[in-house]
């Protein structure tokens, strides 16, 4: 489970844990168990990085005019609540899995909790001469307050308006490349003003438009070198892709403006475990599991949005809080013309 934490916690913070756990020991187990425990154990840390990477779509229900544009460097972050640090491990839905100490179903630390006390468990193998054997594990740790009870991501975003009432937006996450690590994310927006069709547009005191926007988060993690068993091509790799569909009014004056609108997202996340791993069943056996498993979390949520742009000439800086499973602010500098 190491690596998988270690994966989640670069997707959706680039940080880095110390979990010193035994993703072996769990695969010996059964790869069932060892799928089942990954899948609780990363959603809600997927589920709020799905949250985190929609915030600051629009900063207005005005849609910039033919030739218009806008620039931006957006920062944004959801908040983690407590309920999202535990989620419930019951023994009787694992095969080989078991609580050393206390009841059979206990909360356990998820990607974003923390373990205090630690747990262990103790996992079941079968050895060919000695026959079924025990071994206890430490269940794995999350980054708990190491994150400050944040998720973010930042991405650079630029919009250009079409015309009447249409503006597009793309929004791209530089590459991130290392021996060991490729991490990249990107989208692509449509905003429609509908009182950009309406007579006498110019008149109404708010601006009223639709947003379509899509997201999609690519990243690789090769766990060969520092993997603690032995094998060929380990690698983490996720796909997480979100939809996000908004109705956005704002008000239209010089130069301090409100904007909010409600939502709906819709997104997925897939990690897989890839590459071929040598796993040893007691003292005389071992056996070669290629591409282990892949869990896979989904959101489906309504999103309240509240904000406020500045404007002062070519400089805009907006601010926004984002009501949903998990809240997210977010902020913005924004360079452009009208």
Do not use: C
Request: proline share 4%.
């Amino acid at each position: 489970m190491k690596k998988l934490v270690l994966f989640s916690i670069m997707s959706v913070a680039l940080s880095s844990l110390n979990s010193q756990n035994d993703i072996d020991v769990l695969l010996a187990a059964g790869i069932e168990d060892a799928q089942r425990f990954a899948n609780d154990y990363l959603a809600p840390g997927t589920n709020g990085l799905m949250h985190s990477m929609n915030a600051n779509w629009f900063n207005s229900g005005k849609t910039k005019p033919l030739g218009g544009f806008e620039i931006s460097l957006i920062a944004n972050a959801s908040l983690v609540k407590d309920e999202d640090k535990i989620f419930s491990l019951n023994t009787a839905d694992y095969n080989n899995v078991q609580f050393v100490q206390g009841p059979s179903v206990q909360s356990v630390a998820s990607v974003l909790g923390e373990n205090d006390p630690t747990i262990f468990v103790e996992v079941e193998y079968d050895d060919p001469i000695f026959g079924s054997q025990t071994e206890q594990i430490e269940l794995p740790q999350g980054i708990g307050d190491a994150s400050a009870n944040l998720l973010p991501t930042a991405t650079l975003q630029g919009a250009v308006g079409l015309g009447a009432g249409l503006e597009v937006k793309a929004r791209y996450l530089p590459e991130i490349e290392t021996d060991e690590v490729n991490l990249q994310m990107y989208g692509v927006g449509l905003q429609i003003e509908f009182t950009e069709w309406l007579p006498a547009d110019n008149l109404w005191p708010i601006g009223l438009s639709g947003v379509v926007a899509y997201s999609k988060l690519n990243g690789e993690y090769d766990i060969t070198n520092s993997s603690g068993i032995e094998g060929e091509n380990q690698r983490l790799k996720n796909e997480t892709s979100t939809l996000l569909l908004q109705l956005v009014a704002s008000t239209k004056l010089p130069v301090i403006n409100f904007y909010g609108g409600i939502g709906y997202i819709d997104g997925k996340s897939e990690t897989d475990l890839l590459g071929v791993y040598r796993v040893t069943d007691g003292i005389l056996t071992t056996e070669d599991i290629v591409d282990p498993f892949s869990v896979s979390s989904e959101v489906g949520a309504v999103r309240g949005t509240l904000g406020a742009r500045l404007k002062l000439g070519f400089f805009r800086l907006n601010a926004e809080y984002n009501l949903s499973e998990f809240d997210t602010f977010s902020v913005g500098i924004n360079f452009g013309i009208r």
